[in-house]
């Protein structure tokens, strides 16, 4: 069972543009929400995390929308560049439980330049 | 600050044989993580340590995969006897303490032929 589910696969956008990837989940237990960028070759880095006591979190570029009551959250690249150009997972985990993430399918994204 | 370090980055062997990974979390660290990555996938959990401790080995096929975390410090995981499906990208992360940010290493590509 896909405890997140992640969309698009695939994304292509021009430079810059917004890119916009989109999360939902089922555990409504849930209460932490990060995205992670990860380059060929790479471990997966944290981008930007989010908690459900907030609707939105915005780091430079990058921009976390919550919605608690439609279970779904959202990534927002601003502005996207070229360097922008890698993988995207979104993730979500129940704290007080060990923090087990349960990671999205991911999104490929490429800026053109 | 030091990363999380794997080693090797790369290993080809064939199927039935044996092989073993290995990880040194970031210094301090007292929670760490073993994942599977396949092509195209999102992360997937295979093991949890608190300190020197198994917290959730719930996803680890145990009948050919085990793990160990001497001192709380560093961990391998090894696989006895490999089969084609157990080609993948196997990660290790840390977290400062339990339900705390993780950050990744860069993984270990494994190919089983």
């Known amino acids: 069972q896909q405890q997140v589910k992640q969309s698009p696969q695939s994304l292509i956008v021009q430079k810059g543009g917004i890119s916009i990837i989109n999360c939902a989940y089922e555990?409504?237990?849930?209460?932490?929400f990060p995205w992670y960028q990860q380059f060929p070759g790479k471990g997966p880095a944290l981008l930007i995390a989010i908690r459900p006591d907030v609707s939105e979190k915005k780091e430079g570029r990058f921009t976390i929308s919550f919605n608690k009551s439609a279970k779904q959250f959202s990534l927002h690249i601003m502005d996207s560049q070229p360097g922008d150009s890698a993988t995207y997972f979104c993730a979500a985990s129940q704290t007080n439980t060990g923090n087990q993430f349960y990671f999205g399918t991911g999104t490929s994204l490429t800026v053109i330049p | 600050e030091a990363g999380v370090a794997q080693s090797p980055r790369y290993k080809i062997i064939e199927k039935r044989q044996s092989v073993a990974f290995w990880c040194n979390p970031i210094?301090?660290?007292?929670?760490l993580y073993w994942y599977q990555q396949i092509l195209g996938q999102g992360p997937k959990l295979l093991i949890q340590f608190q300190n020197n401790g198994v917290v959730d080995d719930s996803q680890l096929p145990k009948d050919r995969f085990s793990a160990e975390r001497l001192k709380g410090v560093d961990s391998t995981l090894k696989i006895q006897p490999a089969k084609l499906e157990d080609s993948a990208v196997y990660l290790c992360a840390s977290s400062l303490f339990w339900g705390g940010e993780q950050y990744f290493g860069p993984g270990t590509r494994l190919t089983v032929t």
């Open positions: 210094s301090g660290h007292a929670t």
């Open positions: 555990n409504t237990a849930f209460d932490y």
